[in-house]
């Protein structure tokens, strides 16, 4: 057969109607190739970005339990460091899970004022036991707060977290403190867990009621 050639518009076609040098565009084939290839590139970077999301979220959260780690702690030294040794029971505590202890709340005559007892500690969430297993479902064992309590007043001070299990312990070494807190968050597929310690000199080492 002949290579007839038409003219339609400003193309030059054959008899077959394809513009001379063969079809233009794609085939179904190369399309769905094509598409294929797309999606995978998609997937690839949303992937890509979803990973990069989860490690920014947990890396976030990780900071922000150190955060309230460090804040807690600090709001504990802040009340032990006034008071006084002669006020503690257990009086010598070792490792102690719950601290009652006076502070001074004033002065009469020279002479310190001192407050009711006050307690600090470790609580159990009224959902757990203490068994090792995690009763309540959340995926915490055994956990709990720390409470500032003033029963006298009828006070109290439930700091922010997840306490795990003898996450608050008070040592007495002389006229020193040594307190250690443990917290606890789940954190993508598992529970993480930070702790912090730190020492003070109590100011009113030379008193108690």
Known sequence: MSNIRFRHGSLIRDAGGYPLGGPLGFTLLEAIIALALLATVVI???SA???GDKAYWEESSRTQLEATLSNNLDEVVGLLRETSPGTFTPSAPMGAPLLQYRVVVGFASGAPVWSDPRTAGFEYDPMELDNGVDDDGDGYVDEGKVALRDPVAGTERILPGVAAE??????RTGDRLSITMQMQER????VETVDAMTE???RNTGGSP
């Open 187 to 190: 954190i993508g597929d598992s």
């Open 49 to 51: 970005l979803l990973e």
């Open 44 to 46: 690839l970077v949303s």
């Open 200 to 202: 003070l000199a109590m």
């Open 166 to 171: 003898g996450g608050f312990t008070v040592t």
